[in-house]
């Protein structure tokens, strides 16, 4: 198990006279800078001129500025950028500002651990990675709450990282909720093990196929959409709301049983041997530089044909159409 820690572990203090400048105001971007500001940290936001999220920066009473004058300006920086982008703007428009005993943090592992940034020897670099997503660590900061959070260290020059990495994760409201310290390379390779092989890939063919079974036995689409992928919400939010007891308790007895009996037979020895090629895949480096290489000069070939064939699929339509009868979906 790991070490948790709140905010009583924790001395904000360690941020006095610093600035942190946030490369970056998308989902993280905004929740950090805001909170941090607010919990008394000097923040600067580093942005494009071009940005949409430059004025909605300044809306929020936030000194704004271009990349580079905010990574000139601060002792740390988080980056907050997309992933496939972050190495090269790291790269060209901080790392040259970045001075001794800096300090560059992240929100996850990437392109540390798979070696896309060589950050200096002379600087901290640590992690700190809300585990939701940036609207809910804006929403429970302004509640007096908080959004669990990891920390890693990577580099620690100053001696000093984890005491920075605490002080950062209790100024964006983490030390109220828990902080729990990873690393690099567990954080980068848990989130990407998760979101391929059961959050996203997983989920959607598994819901995918569902709905290709019952569709081709000559079931009605409607039916097969609100059966193999409408509700899973509804079992998924008890699932996170009190694990499966707390699920199995709320369905029928009926889905139960049939729970019991039906799921090993789809996950089967062969699907666990598959998972553990995915994960080696991850481990070895293989996943990483295949997605460096789609995503580099703008060669996104195949990402982008697969994303246009799902988006055609029947069970899109169909969904998109019953989604118009749920008044209480936002729009
Ligand atoms: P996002 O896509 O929501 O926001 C990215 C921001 O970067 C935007 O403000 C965009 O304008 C800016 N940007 C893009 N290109 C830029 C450029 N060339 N120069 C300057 N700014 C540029 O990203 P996000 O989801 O907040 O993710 C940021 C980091 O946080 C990633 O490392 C991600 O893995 C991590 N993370 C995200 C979540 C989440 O819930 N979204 C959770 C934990 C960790
Ligand atoms: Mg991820
Ligand atoms: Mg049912």
Redesign the pocket.
Known sequence: MIKKYYDSDCNLGMLDGKTVAI???????HAHAQNLKESGVKVVV???KS???WAKAQEAGLNVME?EDAAKAADIVM?????E??AD?YNKQVAPYMEEGNVLC???G?NIHFGLVKPAANIDVIMI??K???HTVRSQYLEGKGVPSLIAIYQDFSGKAKDIALAYASGIGAGRAGILETTFREETETDLFGEQAVLCGGVTELMKAGFETLVGAGYAPEMAYFETIHEMKLIVDLINQGGFGYMRYSISNTAEYGDYRTGRRLITDATRKEMKQILREIQDGTFASEFVQEFSAGRKAKFLATRRMESEHQLEKVGAELRQMMSWLKK
């Open positions: 490369i970056g105001y998308g989902s993280q971007g580093g942005l494009r940005s949409a999220s990349v980056m907050l950028v997309p992933d982008v972050s703007i992240y929100a996850h990437f990675a809300p939701g997503p940036g």
